[in-house]
């Protein structure tokens, strides 16, 4: 017969295992980042190497050192037609650098998405330096307002002209 483990036993063996786990986990990360900054680390040293050469004056044309790996993810594709669709009927590369998600572009990239637009047929210009959604209805114009002037105060009655003073006897 084999024997027994007690529970107590069970339990503690499963507690270590999600301690051990845990610690794995961490010394792994560990090693990753040390890996990291020994590479830098390399970098750091040959750009010192080559800057000693060169204040030595023993320069000698090498090969580049090979650019670092970079770990930066890609940024994700922009939905143009949504950023379309999300602008008012009447808009200005201004809005646009405004929107949350086209607002990270340059300008430059702005203009070229607004010329493209332009070149579809999805906007045409406006007269006021903007744009406007091709099928958009135009904004009425404003009307005019009149101008209004403030009254001028009303003109002084004039003075009555002196009479001459006659001497009673």
């Known amino acids: 017969m084999a024997p027994q483990k007690s529970k107590i036993l069970v ?14 986990k961490v010394l792994q990360g560990l090693k990753r980042e040390i890996t990291t900054r020994e ?18 004056g ?21 939905n143009w037609k949504a950023v379309f669709n999300a602008l008012p009927a009447r808009f200005g590369v201004k809005t646009l650098t405004g929107h ?12 070229a998405v ?8 999805m906007i045409k210009t406006d007269g006021k330096g903007g744009y406007q959604k091709a099928g958009a209805k135009p904004a009425p114009p404003k009307k005019a307002r ?13 003075k009555p002209a002196p009479q001459p003073q006659t001497e009673t006897p």
């Open 11 to 24: 339990v503690l063996e499963g507690k270590l295992g999600m301690v051990r786990r845990e610690v794995e």
């Open 39 to 56: 590479a830098a680390l390399g970098a750091l040293k040959a750009d010192y190497a080559r800057g000693l050469d060169l204040l030595r």
């Open 58 to 78: 023993k320069v000698t044309p090498k090969a580049a050192a090979p650019a670092p790996k970079r770990t930066k993810k890609r940024a994700r594709a922009i």
């Open 100 to 111: 949350p998600v086209a607002g990270r572009k340059s300008k430059a990239h702005l203009y």
């Open 114 to 121: 607004v010329a493209r637009w332009k070149k579809d047929g």
């Open 146 to 158: 009149r101008k209004v002037t403030p009254k001028a105060a009303p003109k002084p009655a004039p």
